[in-house]
């Protein structure tokens, strides 16, 4: 309990200091030099002073870049800032061991998601240790993050939550505070709804992405005990991950929401699963609330067995039959034939 309730209180401090940060209009940061969109330069000497550019309507690790000085970073129409130094040096990469309980310190940092592609990889935290405290994020980078949506923002008071929200449909794409990655938006039918969720911090205008509209978010905070053994399959997605690994078929919405490790799931099977262990029409869904218990007399009939949210061969083995595939707890589907 004593970790979690240092996490809500860094929460609850982080939005009030970048509420206030976007209010007054500061980039977040003194070592942050933001440039002007409207006046680029031209031309530019040749002198060596690296400095790391912050790019918007990027991929992965294409958001940063190291330029020879400010000028030539400045010049490019897709870089919205810079700090001093090449990136390489500004970074600060994430240890094994997460940190437990952080400084209530406000140095403005750009926490960065491993394996992630995008400008919702990056997200404005408290400092570096807050950022290296979620399980998700591989390095910081010191001042504000390469955000091409920042003016469109919205925020949410965090001491002056909605009570009562009309049903008018004018929707917003929420976001999750202190959450970093595509599964922090989600779609809701008013910017009063989505602050009336005491998880939001901020939220911008129209639907978030293609597919958000599907989702079914689980209440992280409710996970249900006990589940009924129907099978109505669903497509779950481990939190705060980005890939074809984060999906698995689950049994039913209720086994889904069991996993402390969804966030989320969506109608019918998973179509983008990580590696599916053979031809993807013919595999075979288990279910996982009615495996199978006695598996001799089915003889030997290989199939490839699939362990969920798993990349690579570690992930995939051949078993004697399908019953002894879904026997396994760690198996979610199966493939006619040895792996």
Request: charged share 20%; glycine share 8%.
């Amino acid at each position: 309990m004593k970790k979690h309730s240092t996490n809500f209180l860094l929460l609850l401090f982080s939005f009030s200091v970048l509420s206030f940060s976007q209010e007054t209009g500061l980039p977040g940061a003194e070592n942050y030099h933001a440039c002007d969109p409207n006046n680029r330069p031209q031309t530019c000497n040749s002198a060596r002073a690296p400095v790391c550019g912050y790019i918007h309507d990027c991929a992965g690790s294409a958001c940063t870049n190291t330029f020879a000085n400010n000028c030539s970073a400045c010049a490019k129409d897709d870089v919205d800032g810079y700090v001093e130094g090449s990136c390489e040096e500004i970074r600060t990469d994430c240890p094994e061991t997460r940190p437990e309980m952080c400084p209530l310190l406000y140095t403005a940092t750009c926490a960065v998601a491993e394996n992630c592609e995008g400008s919702h990889c990056f997200e404005d935290v408290l400092n570096s240790c807050l950022a290296c405290s979620q399980e998700n994020v591989a390095y910081s980078l010191p001042g504000a993050c390469p955000h091409n949506d920042r003016d469109n923002r919205i925020y949410c008071e965090w001491n002056n939550r909605p009570e009562d929200c009309t049903e008018e449909y004018d929707p917003v794409c929420a976001h999750r505070g202190n959450c970093i990655g595509k599964s922090c938006y989600f779609t809701v039918g008013n910017a009063c709804g989505a602050c009336a969720d005491s998880t939001v911090d901020y939220h911008i205008a129209g639907e978030c992405s293609e597919g958000e509209e599907s989702r079914t978010y689980c209440d992280g905070n409710n996970r249900p005990e006990t589940c009924a053994e129907e099978f109505n399959a669903v497509c779950a997605h481990k939190t705060d991950c980005e890939g074809n690994g984060c999906y698995y078929t689950a049994g039913n919405p209720c086994t889904a929401c069991v996993d402390s490790a969804v966030d989320w799931h969506s109608e019918g099977k998973c179509q983008n699963e990580g590696n599916s262990g053979g031809d993807e029409e013919g595999k075979v869904i288990c279910n996982p609330d009615h495996r199978p218990r006695n598996c001799e007399q089915e003889g030997y009939s290989p199939v490839c067995a699939h362990r969920p949210g798993c990349e690579g061969g570690v992930c995939e083995y051949t078993a004697a039959n399908h019953c002894s595939a879904c026997n396994d707890i760690y198996v979610n589907n199966h493939a006619p034939g040895e792996c």
